[in-house]
């Protein structure tokens, strides 16, 4: 089978709801199993990993802060102990996203902004790299967005740390290649998900009259091109970003 990951462990980090369960869905579709990943909302993530089990997949759903360094080394090895070592890890999770003019934000906005693209990344990454060394065999998706291809304004904090997590993924996957890893990016657009329930009919609209594909993105749009990247089809692709939106950011 095209795209096959049997045998593959995968975690998948934010992936109670939205883009990030999509993928989880996605890779266990294609044979991975799945270490699923929340931190706030327990009744929701049960209720997630109850759809994904009764879709006859194999994974755990797993608590943890993907910021904290306890944290992430507690859910690395939680999932290396359930479910084997991490071959494949999507770093997805993210904060809320708010939108306002520079004067407006805070300090703390950056810094959580911060946290989440750049160093939760690098968190992860150092602690799936050990086996994904010794196995010469290595798969690490970070999801981007479309906003720094496309310098959204009133953003700036958001913006700002994508622009830094795409800077990391260059970087590693330079230093990794060597040992046979990919480190590779997924751009979104605007895919409407549970995050967006309170967006103005009027954003949504004028977005997505912009879509030259003439259609709003769903969220396994996404999984499909993580599952590429986790593939072997994928082994000699690295540092790269594919933009999911419909011809919004054709470069």
Known sequence: MPFSLDGRVALVTGSS???????????ARSGAKVALNYF???????????????????????????????????????????????????????????????????????????????????LLTRAVLPHMKESRWGR???????????????????????????????????????????VNLVAPGWIPVERHENDSQEQKDGYREMIPMDRWGVPDDIAGAVTYYASDEAGFVTGQTICVNGGMSPW
Not at 17 to 27: E, N, P, R, S, Y
Request: with cysteine; charged share 20%; proline share 4%.
């Open 140 to 182: 690490i998706i970070n999801i981007t967005s479309e906003v720094f291809q496309r310098s959204i304004g009133n953003f700036s904090a958001y913006v700002s740390a994508k622009g830094g997590q795409i800077g990391f993924t260059r970087s590693m996957a330079t230093e990794l290649a060597p040992f046979n890893i990919t």
């Open 40 to 122: 706030n909302n327990e009744e929701r993530a049960a209720q997630t990993f109850s759809e994904f089990e009764a879709e006859g997949f194999e994974g755990v759903m797993l608590r943890g802060d993907v910021s904290d360094e306890d944290s992430v080394n507690a859910l690395c090895a939680e999932t290396a102990e359930k479910l084997g070592a991490i071959d494949i890890l999507v770093v997805n999770a993210t904060p809320d996203q708010p939108q306002m003019p520079i004067e407006e934000f805070t300090w703390d906005h950056y810094q959580a902004m911060i946290d989440f693209f750049i160093k939760s990344p690098y």
């Open 17 to 27: 709801t939205g883009l990030g369960k999509a993928v989880a869905f996605g890779l």
